[in-house]
């Protein structure tokens, strides 16, 4: 079965950046609207953005807005997503997954892949 890998996670200062991966080596990449969810210690797995198949359309958690940015390259299977001006609430482990519903991507049950191991995000001075 396909597998989501993530990287670039990391230890950050507050205000810092990072710079977040994914690959997916589905076939139906290319076709499938991509998300990127995190999960909290004791909190459940929330979508933080997402991007349609042709990367017109992005959606993003109303407390991420103007800090994180989601893209993608079809060519590679791989999806992005850019973050700046971090705060210790980002702290999470982050993970990708895709669907070619997005009601799919909403409900937190995306298809394209199995969940992978995800990356760990450490927002702290």
């Known amino acids: 079965q396909v597998q989501s890998v993530e990287s670039g996670g990391g230890l950050v200062q507050p205000g810092g950046s990072l710079s977040l991966s994914c690959t997916a080596s589905?076939?139906?990449?290319?076709?499938?609207?991509m998300g990127w969810y995190r999960q909290a210690p004791g909190k459940q797995r929330e979508l933080v953005a997402s991007i349609s198949a042709g990367g017109e359309t992005r959606n993003y958690l109303e407390s991420v807005k103007g800090r994180f940015t989601i893209s993608r390259d079809n060519v590679k299977n791989t999806v992005y997503l850019q973050m700046n001006s971090l705060k210790p609430e980002d702290t999470a482990v982050y993970y990708c997954?895709?669907?070619?519903?997005?009601?799919?991507?909403?409900?937190?049950?995306?298809?394209?892949?199995?969940w992978g191991q995800g990356t760990q995000v450490i927002v702290s001075s």
């Open positions: 589905s076939g139906f990449f290319r076709f499938s609207i």
């Open positions: 997954n895709g669907d070619l519903h997005s009601n799919k991507i909403v409900s937190g049950t995306p298809g394209l892949a199995a």
